[in-house]
């Protein structure tokens, strides 16, 4: 009757600790599955996304004074996740043109006319990658995730390797 009793309080003990350990690996498996879907739809729905950060970097009225002229984006990617929401981001270096708006103070600066470098940054919600066209200039995506690193977190896929992507 004793070792009857001695381990159902160890059965009751150790089954708690047997299902937060099998949550936790089920939870971070949930995770790991959404960002490698994540990874391998920016490439699918890079095209349309990367329309969408035109029209909506150019609407943004940022710079002021300036007018969104062109927009380059580079090939690699780096993935991250907000430390808070934990909601996974794309970040793709852009190279933009801009031109003066006609009859502001900008028309008469020399360096409007150069590119500037910087970071599109791209959201995943329900399955879709989008954008607000918030650029991170001045910054490539690996130092906007340096520079940002206490709200985000670079994120890792077994299959980015596999798909070329860059972590």
């Known amino acids: 009757m004793l070792v009857f009793v001695i381990g159902l309080v160890a059965g009751l003990i ?30 699918l729905q890079r095209q349309r996304v990367e329309s969408q950060f035109r029209q909506q970097a150019a609407s943004s009225g940022r710079p002021r004074g300036l007018v969104w002229k062109e927009v380059e984006f580079a090939e ?7 430390r808070q929401s ?30 500037r470098a ?13 954008t607000r066209g918030r650029a991170i200039f001045n910054l490539d995506p690996r130092q906007s995730l340096q520079h940002f ?4 977190e670079p994120v890792r896929s077994s299959s980015a390797a596999d798909s070329g992507l860059r972590r």
């Not at 995770?31 to 739809?41: M, N, S, Y």
């Not at 690699?76 to 907000?82: D, H, K």
């Not at 910087?118 to 989008?130: K, T």
């Open 14 to 43: 150790g089954l708690p600790v047997v299902v937060i350990h099998v949550g936790r690996r089920w939870r971070r498996a949930q995770r790991q599955a959404l960002v490698d879907r994540a990874q391998r739809e920016f490439p």
């Open 118 to 130: 910087g970071s599109a940054v791209f959201y995943f919600e329900e399955n879709r990658w989008l």
């Open 76 to 82: 690699e990617v780096r993935f991250a996740s907000n």
């Open 149 to 152: 690193q206490n709200q985000w």
């Open 86 to 115: 934990g909601q996974l981001i794309a970040l793709v270096s852009i190279a933009v043109s801009f031109e003066a708006v006609a009859g502001s103070e900008m028309e008469e600066v020399e360096a409007v006319g150069n590119l």
